[in-house]
């Protein structure tokens, strides 16, 4: 059996004094849509931070692809994060470059691609988001939609098997957003990634995740993790039902 | 898992045949991309067969590789491919479109050259027009004329660049003495250098430096602070409120511009005639005969014509870093942009308009 393709152990936060959240503990498959939800404040963004190298947890451990990303020396640490993507909630696009610059620049850096195989292989990622038309433009030329279609293009540059994606939905309209989520299933179908997902838009967790994590400030932690249609049809705790049936707290 | 993907040509029925095996990952295509497509050229008039049979894993890359050498020879078929790989091939085929080839760009007639000129022109006059109208509003609208604004920007603008210009004045003061004694003790006129560089300093140096030191600190920084607000919408959140913006951000500049200028402009000429008083009291000339030279040489008019000009140079430079951040465009380089010809359009019409004074002066026979 294989590894899985992300596992974090008694993971914790704190800011000072502040307990954020502490002993989270969960395990992403090869191939699954994996979510982490939850409400405002209750460490989402955190946790996925941790989980692409960019913020050490206080206690715990991330292992990406197998690797322990924080005991392994930079030079592997750094080689374990080529292997993974990673789309910003704002898209995080380089203002200056055309789309095309952006989906390219990770192939300058990490390939030995002459520039005809670059610019061929960055197009076929902008088609596979369905900008193919779109290559030329900069990032302040296009629509927020297009933004974490182009942010999930350059994410799949280096074809990571794994993609971390930070609240693809915010900020867009039912019909973008759900054009988003068919785009990462038939990622996850025809090429076989696995998504880490942030998000608290109910209906992309609804028609995307396999399973859910989820974090409630209040507990500071972990209050539910599995099927998220079975946690919303059968969970016991209050808070689970009130976040899937919108319920004010 | 796989080894990094190979290439083997052999022949099959008459037919040329390429074996991929392995992992043809991004990794693995950068290596054999030159390789394959010249190999996939090869004897153009044998039919091609690509041999995927041996092909454990391929991404998106490799498949775009795969793909390209189909391209390089048309006609040449895949074979053998496993499930997974050749629904990996099939996605990236339907995602590759190739570009359209880009048509040569039609060339610019004159006419619309001297358009956007003009354009560009209309304008800046549009703006001095704005901002005269929120000068002449401005009782009306005083709640909108923030004073600590104006006095932030007197801080950043006027305090801040003390050090600088007074180090640029001694610094000038210096090179122009220097440079100025050794062509005069030729004609026995060492004396007369105070003369020059005190007159030099007053009429021109001292308030043409004190402007570009203006825009290249504070032209640039009005740009970009107001460029970032235009690019986060709080001008346009102004407007949505009743708040002219011209008043709210461009006249505390303005204003703050206009009355730090004369004190820099004094300074950098003080710090201009110490660092020449060090290089001719070093040179033998007492300290009496340089002040004696300078206030027998200096007129009033010399001094306060220069202030004149650094008052104005002061507000143009500032109304031009404003302009420049109010119609930035979008994203971050737009800040950049604004900031770039915030200090270009500044130091440009700071010599526009010396020269100008220049002409007035004369005429008025200052």
Sequence with gaps: MSAPALRGTGLAQRFGSRTLYHDVTFEVAEGEV??????????????????????????????????????????????????????FQSGALFGSMTLLENVMLPLEVHTDLPPSARDRIARLKLGLVGLADAAALLPAEISGGMVKRA?????????????????PSAGLDPVTSAGLDQLILELRRDLGLTFVVVTHELASILAIADRCLMLDRGAQGVIAIGDPKRLRDDSEDPKVRAFFRREAA | ????????????????????????????????????????????????????AGLEICDTAGAALLLAMEQARPGAAFEGARPHVAAVLERARAALVEPPPSP??????????IGQGLAVASDGFAYLGEALVAVLRLPTRLRQFRIADLLRSADQAGVRAVPLVLLLGLLIGLILAFQSLIPMRRFGADV??????????????GPLL?????????GSAFAAEIGSMKVNQEVDALATMGIDPMTMLVLPRMAAALLVMPALTVLLEAAGLVGMSVVLVGSGIPLVAIGNQIVAWVQPADFYGGLAKAVVFGAVVAAIGCRAGLSAGNGPRAVGQAATSAVVG??????????VFAVLFFRLGL
Excluded at chain 1, 50 to 79: E, H, K, N, V, W
Excluded at chain 2, 3 to 15: Q, V
Excluded at chain 2, 192 to 205: F, I, P, T
Aim: aromatic share 4%; glycine share 8%; net charge negative.
């Design chain 2, 104 to 113: 040569p760009a039609p060339p610019v007639p004159w006419h619309t050259v």
């Design chain 2, 192 to 205: 007369y250098v105070a003369n020059l560089v005190a007159v030099s300093l007053l009429r021109e140096l």
């Design chain 2, 210 to 218: 004190a402007s570009v030191v203006l825009a290249g600190r504070s």
């Design chain 1, 34 to 87: 994996f979510v982490i939800l939850g409400g405002s404040g209750c460490g989402k963004t955190t946790l996925l931070r941790q989980c692409i190298g960019l913020l050490m947890p206080t206690a715990g451990s991330i292992a990406l692809l197998g690797d322990d990303i924080y005991a392994a020396a930079a030079p592997a640490r750094d080689a374990v994060l080529r292997r993974i993507g990673v789309m």
């Design chain 2, 1 to 52: 898992m796989a080894e990094a993907a190979t290439l083997a040509a052999a022949e099959r029925d008459g037919a040329r045949v390429l074996s991929v095996r392995g992992r043809l990952d991004v990794a693995a295509a950068g290596i054999l991309w030159t390789e394959a497509l010249r190999d996939a050229a090869t004897e153009p008039a044998r039919p091609l067969v690509i041999d995927l």
């Design chain 1, 151 to 167: 942010a999930i293009a350059r994410a799949l540059a280096l074809d990571p098997p794994l993609l971390f994606l930070d609240e």
């Design chain 2, 346 to 355: 500044g130091i440009v019409a700071t010599i526009v308009l010396d020269g």
